[in-house]
């Protein structure tokens, strides 16, 4: 789902600590939003480790046990802002949709996620968590 309007945040110590919804999100949900290739699939990217995935990416890295590196504003601000820790970074903003460069038409102006698929997707990569 597309969002034109992004919800305010504020990034504290590397992190956006608040929820941009207000409730935490679902994991279910977001692992099929990950899983989504008709809608900007972490897997173009980043190898997740979910069974019947053949094909993952190598361009990031991956996100097998990114729920134990990672608090969930820290996600957060990787899928909301990523260029506020690397400016170079090739990941893009999925909830951003101001200053941004290069961005396909059917996108501009506009958000890849809403509030409400972030957090489900923050849901999601909490739940990969190492053994």
């Known amino acids: 789902m597309l969002s034109a309007e992004p919800i305010d945040y504020e990034i504290v110590d590397f992190a956006i600590p608040y929820?941009?919804?207000?409730?935490?999100?679902?994991p279910e949900r977001g692992e099929r939003i990950v899983r989504d290739a008709d809608n900007a699939t972490c897997l173009i990217c980043h190898a997740v480790p979910i069974e019947g995935e053949p094909d993952p990416g190598n361009i990031g890295p991956s996100l097998d046990g990114?729920?134990?590196?990672?608090?969930?504003?820290?996600?957060r601000l990787r899928l909301v802002e990523p260029q506020f820790?690397?400016?170079?970074?090739?990941m893009?903003?999925?909830?951003?949709?101001?200053?941004?460069?290069?961005v396909a038409t059917e996108y501009e102006g506009r958000t890849?996620?809403?509030?409400?698929?972030?957090?489900?997707?923050?849901?999601y990569l909490l739940t990969l968590v190492e053994d």
């Open 85 to 90: 820790l690397n400016p170079e970074t090739v």
């Open 66 to 75: 990114v729920g134990s590196r990672y608090t969930a504003g820290e996600l």
């Open 19 to 26: 929820s941009l919804t207000g409730a935490v999100g679902d």
């Open 92 to 102: 893009p903003s999925y909830y951003r949709s101001d200053g941004l460069h290069g």
């Open 112 to 123: 890849v996620y809403d509030a409400g698929e972030i957090e489900d997707v923050i849901a």
